[in-house]
């Protein structure tokens, strides 16, 4: 039906947004959890627990970290008009993406690059033709110096790449900083 992209730095208001914006549609909400739980590391199972409890318990989860990537485009592409996907985020989908598949990338970094590449556009197009309405989170990166690390150079550019691609076709894209929603699109102009 509809996408509804959210972006901005972190700690800016992105999740309750997205959050607020699903509770307004009325609709029943899946919240699909990109991010990776780290057993050994607690101040990321806090930052975990936090967004578990600053959305309603109703909502059904899925936590994608485990899934194929196969199995998450199934998800979407399933999801019926009755719906609200939540997709938080796309820079903790990334990141797993990249984790559980270090060897390919230490092996031969362009072949794994065109395939998070491929596997991204096909992200983006299955939440646009989605029948559900579809709000993502998408972390904004990049605004700052060219990362040393090759991976996270990686990760910077594969997703604002995707970033690009959904927002061209998203009903709705705002920038959300400091707690403030902005509309790119009444705001903005786009770049052909």
């Given at each position: 039906?509809?996408?509804t992209l959210?972006?901005?730095?972190?700690?800016?208001?992105?999740?309750?947004?997205?959050?607020?914006?699903?509770?307004?549609?009325?609709?029943?909400?899946?919240f699909?959890?990109?991010?990776?739980?780290?057993?050994?590391?607690?101040?990321?199972?806090?930052?975990?627990?936090?967004?578990?409890?600053?959305?309603?318990?109703?909502?059904?989860?899925v936590?994608?970290?485990?899934?194929?990537?196969?199995?998450?485009?199934?998800?979407?592409?399933?999801?019926?008009?009755?719906?609200?996907?939540?997709?938080d985020?796309?820079?903790?989908?990334?990141?797993?993406?990249?984790?559980?598949?270090?060897?390919?990338?230490?092996?031969?970094?362009?072949a794994?690059?065109?395939?998070?590449?491929?596997?991204?556009?096909?992200?983006?197009?299955?939440?646009?033709?989605?029948?559900?309405?579809?709000?993502?989170?998408?972390?904004?990166?990049?605004?700052?110096?060219?990362?040393?690390?090759?991976?996270?150079?990686?990760?910077?550019?594969?997703?604002?790449?995707?970033?690009?691609?959904?927002?061209?076709?998203?009903?709705?894209?705002?920038?959300?900083v400091?707690?403030?929603?902005?509309d790119?699109?009444?705001?903005?102009?786009?770049?052909?």
């Amino acid at each position: 039906m509809a996408v509804t992209l959210v972006t901005g730095p972190v700690r800016a208001g992105k999740s309750r947004y997205v959050n607020q914006i699903a509770q307004a549609s009325g609709k029943r909400v899946r919240f699909i959890a990109t991010a990776i739980r780290e057993a050994d590391d607690g101040e990321w199972d806090v930052r975990l627990r936090r967004h578990m409890q600053e959305r309603p318990r109703e909502w059904e989860l899925v936590e994608s970290a485990s899934l194929t990537h196969e199995e998450l485009v199934e998800i979407i592409a399933s999801a019926g008009e009755d719906r609200c996907l939540v997709i938080d985020a796309l820079g903790t989908w990334l990141a797993a993406r990249i984790a559980t598949h270090i060897e390919e990338f230490q092996r031969d970094y362009a072949a794994f690059e065109a395939q998070l590449d491929a596997e991204a556009a096909q992200l983006a197009d299955v939440m646009l033709r989605s029948a559900a309405d579809v709000v993502v989170v998408a972390e904004e990166v990049g605004w700052d110096i060219v990362p040393v690390a090759a991976s996270a150079r990686l990760f910077r550019d594969v997703l604002g790449r995707m970033k690009q691609r959904l927002a061209a076709e998203s009903a709705s894209v705002y920038l959300v900083v400091c707690g403030y929603a902005l509309d790119l699109r009444a705001l903005g102009v786009t770049i052909t």
